[in-house]
């Protein structure tokens, strides 16, 4: 009895943790850059009404959004990788590598060199892409049950047939392919209040439903036949869950283009330290992508000024061992 | 105390009239085709309530795919042919049917990171719904499911550190749990050693005898079919051969016409057992 609280005391006080880090990481990212500004600043800032001097303007207009971006994005991103896990039962699943991100990647594209006029679209447009390619996958590895080396070749050959329509386009098009390639390249440049507007409520919705099904993802974790005979309908959460899933990822796509391996990472980091229990799992995961991508994005805006390496490339450099290590001990 | 010790055999045959009454599940003519490959050809059966019920048969026989199919667990042509306690399969609402049945896989993934407590909460998943708070009725069974199984002093464990003996019990916890009528089990003893196989019989037994719970499984061992259970159908490629009580099933014929054994079968002791020689 006493072990089984201390446990649910450890869980919540790792989440406390992970709030502190976030926490501390946003202020981070709001003192470092191009030009430092001090803490006390950036209280002003934060509190009064006018923007007064260049600093101010750099924290409230440029910082601070791309902050809360980055922190959206990469809670999306750990949180669809999670699901994906779990719906897909493979450790190996993250939305860029099982295609759900080059689905919303080639859609956006499309309405972006296509259909210019209507950029308002593309965040439902991508969330669209992303479920097409999941089923996709999901059908594709689906052979008497579902075997985890199945779905990543599965992934992997829907992510380069799509990844081939999108370069397809970027080549046909070359002269609209601005914008397009700007969104692509996967970062947070530029990136402020209006696309916090519109990741904002998607993250919201996502998040909200992710941590509902918790519960569900969890039976489903102890494998599909003890998961019926305990009474969840087992289809129906692997879909409905694969939908939040790609909702999940598609706002972060959708906002940040394509950053890899943040859906991978971060829920196994957790896995680790946190376990498999998703109604805490889930919220962790939020969190330390939240963390770990505004760490980066501030590590990237740093560490070469004034040459920026866009978030996705860090994640990328990072992620890529992380899975080969995955990869190796998971056989 | 003695009379609480009978032997099934004579338990069931006391009771052999009230066998017929309102069965716990009833299939009738149900077909399973996978692929190419006729699986279960026009099958018929009851399973009485209140009893202990085995299927056995050789390798392959669709034992399992009975099993399955009964529960709703592969879709077969005829479904609407199955009921669960006189209600058909079709009505039951998934958390419904988990209320009144619990099924127990051969071998069910084992969950990485969960202590025994964790894992017996999880049988509570149909009675729980996110407006209500059930966790004091939840807390109830869980103590009380973990004392029935002897698994008590195992609660803070984690589900990977137990023997498979102890696992199995921990399995049975979560499935009684749910609080259910029928227990369905898959070979519920085979990757135990003796005496641990003797272990799960019993407490089936006892959970049998004392809470009134059905039982269901297949089972491989013919002595411990024998032995433990009221009622017992027999299958081969597909094809129900005979159901009824073990001392009329369990003949020498069987073992020679299923089985492909000479064997010996004795049930004029109180436990029964069945002798194998050789091949046929």
């Not at chain 2, 619990?102 to 202590?115: G, R, V, W």
């Amino acid at each position: 009895m006493k072990q089984v609280s201390n446990r649910k005391v450890y869980r919540f006080s790792v989440l406390i943790i992970l709030c502190a880090l976030l926490l501390g990481s946003m202020i981070i990212s709001l003192v470092f850059g191009s030009t430092s500004v001090s803490l006390v600043d950036i209280w002003h800032t934060l509190w009064s009404d006018e923007l007064t001097d260049a600093g101010a303007q750099i924290i409230w207009n440029i910082r601070l959004p791309r902050n809360i971006v980055a922190a959206l994005v990469g809670a999306c991103l750990a949180v669809s990788g999670a699901i994906l896990q779990a719906v897909m039962k493979n450790p190996l699943a993250d939305p860029q590598i099982v295609g759900v991100s080059s689905g919303a990647g080639l859609m956006g594209v499309i309405i972006l060199i296509l259909f210019p006029g209507y950029d308002y679209l593309v965040p439902m447009v991508a969330f669209l892409g992303a479920m097409g390619a999941a089923l996709m996958v999901y059908a594709l590895a689906w052979k008497n049950g579902i075997r985890p080396s199945r779905i990543i070749l599965a992934g992997v050959a829907v992510s380069a047939f799509l990844g081939s329509g999108i370069s397809a386009l970027l080549v046909f098009f070359g002269d609209r392919v601005q914008g397009a390639l700007l969104w692509m390249v996967g970062g947070l440049a530029a990136r402020s209040w209006p696309q916090v507007e519109v990741l904002f409520p998607y993250a919201m919705v996502g998040l909200a439903l992710a941590c509902l099904g918790a519960k569900r993802l969890t039976i489903l974790s102890l494998g599909d036949e003890t998961a019926k005979g305990l009474g969840l309908n087992v289809e129906q959460t692997r879909f409905s869950m694969t939908a939040v899933a790609a909702l999940l990822a598609a706002g972060a796509v959708s906002i940040a283009g394509l950053i890899g391996f943040v859906g991978l990472v971060i829920p196994h980091i957790l896995r680790l330290i946190i376990g498999n229990d998703y109604a805490y799992l889930l919220p962790g995961s939020a969190l330390l992508g939240a963390f770990v991508l505004v760490i980066s994005d501030t590590v990237g805006r740093v560490a070469m000024s004034p040459i920026e390496i866009p978030v996705g490339i860090i994640m990328a450099f990072f992620g890529a061992p992380f899975f080969l290590y995955l990869l190796r001990r998971d056989g | 105390m003695d009379q609480h010790n009978s032997s099934p055999l004579t338990h069931s045959s006391e009771n052999r009239s009230t066998i017929s009454e309102s069965p716990a599940v009833t299939v009738k003519h149900v077909s399973i085709t996978l692929g190419e490959r006729q699986i279960l050809h026009d099958i018929s059966l009851a399973i009485p309530k209140g009893k202990i019920t085995t299927l056995i048969g050789p390798n392959g026989c669709g034992k399992s795919t009975l099993l399955r199919t009964m529960i709703g667990h592969i879709w077969a042509h005829g479904r609407d042919n199955i009921s669960i306690f006189d209600k058909s399969l079709n009505r039951y609402k998934a958390d419904d049917l988990a209320k009144v049945m619990a099924f127990l896989p051969q071998s069910p993934d084992i969950p990485k990171d969960m202590t025994v407590e964790e894992l017996v909460y999880c049988g509570r998943y149909p009675y729980q719904r996110w407006w209500q708070n059930t966790a004091e009725e939840d807390r109830t069974v869980v103590d009380r499911v973990l004392d029935i199984t002897k698994t008590n002093h195992l609660r803070d464990q984690l589900i990977p550190s137990l023997s498979g003996g102890e696992r199995q019990r921990v399995w049975i916890a979560m499935a009684l749990a749910q609080e259910p009528k029928l227990l369905v089990l898959d070979e519920p003893t085979t990757y135990l050693d003796i005496n641990h196989q003797l272990e799960i019989m019993e407490l089936l037994k006892r959970l049998n005898e004392e809470e009134g719970l059905t039982v269901l499984m297949v089972l491989h061992d013919l002595t411990q079919a024998l032995q433990y259970s009221d009622y017992m159908a027999v299958l081969q490629d597909g094809r129900l051969i005979t159901s009824g009580y073990p001392q009329d099933v369990m003949t020498e014929d069987l073992l020679q016409d299923v089985f492909r054994v000479h064997g010996s079968v004795d049930v004029s002791d109180k436990k029964g057992y069945v002798k194998i020689t050789g091949l046929l």
